[in-house]
């Protein structure tokens, strides 16, 4: 249900006569309005699914500008807490299927999203969803957008289950720590570049969007924080035959960021030193080179030049 058709649901049951063009129903950023829905709910936040809850409608506003969300589109939120960004996303979107872990908030998103009809509420864990389930049922198995407020403590694991599932995304606009979004998408070199931002550079084109305080949320966190937006490729910007391969490249050359790259893969993978160094003089590279110094696509062309020399099954 659009934003119009909720003002005039609610100007109807009400009996008042408004001009409709100044309606905006998403009230929930509003601090008063997020206290009073915790007030009457008596909900307790919990640490343990890493709860803040955003209280700055032009935020909420550039979110949804960000995702490019439009009546044509179905979208996937994650932690959609109190229903504050759901609100926003179900005035703009043809539907959203929003989904919560914590039970608490499921009896309290049922009130705040009455007035939605293109909202479903999953009481689950995000990790446990069968998201290409939901593409199929929810949008014909077209690309959908998922728009995220994500807790800290989980956000790389949400993150790369997404991207790694292959399901059919358009793109991924998510609030995250400030430290998380500039690892995504920095280069080699730098001291934040890692298996994160190469994961994410293969899938996506990564965009920082906004800056958020701390003070924008409920509860106040210790961070700041970033909206991101990450753009889904059709295809990935590199060649690569073997992706898990590639990946378990990655992750062994940061696991030990101070060894030369041969070394690391020794340790990590089982190479020999000589078979790693090999590749890299192929490559034009120095054998003591670190793996921070390789792009995306020196990865990928160690990966499939390893690969090529039939090292694994």
Do not use: W
């Not at 705040?112 to 198995?141: C, F, H, M, P």
């Amino acid at each position: 249900m659009r934003k119009q058709d909720v003002a005039e649901k609610r100007v109807k049951q009400a009996g008042l006569a408004i001009c409709m063009e100044e309606i905006h129903m998403a009230d929930l950023g509003i601090p008063q309005n997020t206290i009073g829905v915790l007030q009457k709910y008596q909900f307790h936040f919990q640490k343990k699914f890493g709860q803040n809850f955003l209280i700055a409608p032009h935020i909420l506003e550039k979110i949804v500008d960000a995702a490019q969300i439009t009546t044509e589109d179905c979208v996937l939120e994650i932690g959609p807490g109190i229903g504050t960004m759901t609100q926003y996303l179900a005035e703009s979107a043809r539907e959203v299927v929003a989904v919560e872990i914590d039970r608490a908030l499921i009896p309290i998103l049922q009130d705040t999203l009455s007035a939605y009809d293109n909202v479903t509420i999953i009481n689950e864990d995000i990790l446990k969803v069968d998201v290409q389930q939901i593409v199929e049922k929810r949008n014909q198995g077209r690309p959908i957008k998922v728009v995220a407020n994500l807790p800290y403590y989980i956000t790389t694991p949400i993150i790369m289950s997404l991207l790694e599932s292959h399901v059919p995304l358009q793109s991924i606009t998510i609030m995250v720590q400030k430290e998380v979004a500039e690892r995504m998408q920095v280069g080699p070199g730098t001291k934040d570049y890692g298996a994160l931002s190469l994961a994410v550079q293969y899938y996506a084109r990564p965009e920082i969007v906004a800056h958020v305080p701390a003070n924008c949320f409920m509860p106040r966190p210790n961070v700041d924080s970033t909206v991101i937006r990450l753009t889904r490729y059709e295809r990935p910007p590199v060649e690569v035959a073997d992706e898990k391969h590639m990946f378990a490249l990655i992750r062994a050359s940061f696991n030990q960021r101070r060894k030369t790259l041969a070394n690391g893969l020794a340790n990590g993978m089982g190479l020999s030193r000589e078979q790693v160094s090999a590749a890299l003089e192929e490559m034009g590279l120095p054998v003591t080179i670190r793996g921070e110094a390789l792009t995306l696509r020196q990865f990928a062309q160690l990966s499939n030049l390893l690969k090529g020399q039939k090292l694994y099954s």
